[in-house]
Every structure is written in C-alpha cells, then in structure tokens.
C-alpha cells in the first residue's frame, strides 16, 4: 500500500501531467519536466528512479539546444 507521501506525490504528478496540454512541442515540454523535478522534494527511496529521468530530460534539453530543428 502507498504511504501517504508517496500517494500525494503520485497524485501531484498527475494532475500537473494532467494540466500540461499534449499539444506542446520538445522545446515547451522539456522545461516543464525539468522544472517539476527540481521543484519538488524526493526522498531517499525515491531518488534512484528520478536521477535517470533528470539525466534524461537534460540530454534531451542538450540536444534540442544543438539539433535547432525549431527554427
């Protein structure tokens, strides 16, 4: 069963997955999930799973920064 605090969280996440609209494009989203992962308090448990997905969403920030497939 989730604890509280893993169940908040749980939640908090969807509902901000919830709000951002599908139609945004790599370059709007990346951000987004950067920020969200940076703002929000992780604990010890839960960390190892989120450090691979902030590597991620770096690199991904990285490329977009090279590849300028925007403009």
Do not use: C
Not at 19 to 31: F, S, T
Request: proline share 8%.
């Amino acid at each position: 069963m989730l604890t509280l605090d893993a169940r908040a969280r749980s939640e908090a996440s969807e509902s901000s997955a919830a709000r951002m609209p599908p139609y945004l494009l790599p370059w709007i989203r990346v951000p987004f999930l950067i920020r969200s992962i940076t703002s929000t308090t992780w604990g010890h448990e839960a960390w190892p799973k989120v450090k691979p997905l902030t590597r991620r969403a770096l690199e991904m920030r990285r490329q977009i920064a090279r590849d300028g497939w925007w403009n």
